[in-house]
């Protein structure tokens, strides 16, 4: 979480040409099961820094407002699945 986004993005330990050939998919679901949020990228290379792969925005990032909202319980957690394809 920074600057009220929650960000993150997945990187292969590999080359940049290896790494494009695969994507992520993010998806955060509601307790009801039916609303969820998903953002689908790009994996990344081992290589290439963080905040650089956040600043460009090829990642997820999602709000904070729209992330609480997806919070459960008591313990507030998150629903969150992670496909690599």
Same mark, same amino acid.
């Given at each position: 979480? #920074?600057?009220?986004? @929650?960000?993150? +993005?997945?990187? @292969?330990?590999?080359? *940049? *040409? %290896?790494?494009? #050939?695969?994507?992520? %998919? $993010?998806?955060? *679901? +509601? +307790?009801?099961?039916? %609303?969820?949020?998903?953002?689908? $990228? =790009?994996?990344?290379?081992?290589? %290439?820094?963080?905040?650089?792969?956040?600043?460009?925005?090829?990642? $997820?990032?999602?709000? /904070? #407002?729209?992330? #609480?909202? $997806? =919070? /459960?319980?008591?313990?507030?957690?998150?629903? +969150?699945? @992670?496909?690599?394809?």
């Amino acid at each position: 979480m #920074k600057d009220g986004r @929650l960000y993150g +993005a997945v990187q @292969l330990i590999g080359t *940049s *040409s %290896e790494a494009s #050939k695969y994507k992520c %998919e $993010f998806t955060l *679901s +509601a +307790a009801n099961g039916i %609303e969820r949020i998903s953002k689908t $990228f =790009l994996v990344r290379c081992y290589a %290439e820094d963080f905040q650089t792969i956040f600043n460009s925005g090829t990642c $997820f990032c999602f709000d /904070e #407002k729209a992330v #609480k909202y $997806f =919070l /459960e319980g008591r313990n507030q957690k998150l629903k +969150a699945t @992670l496909s690599i394809v």
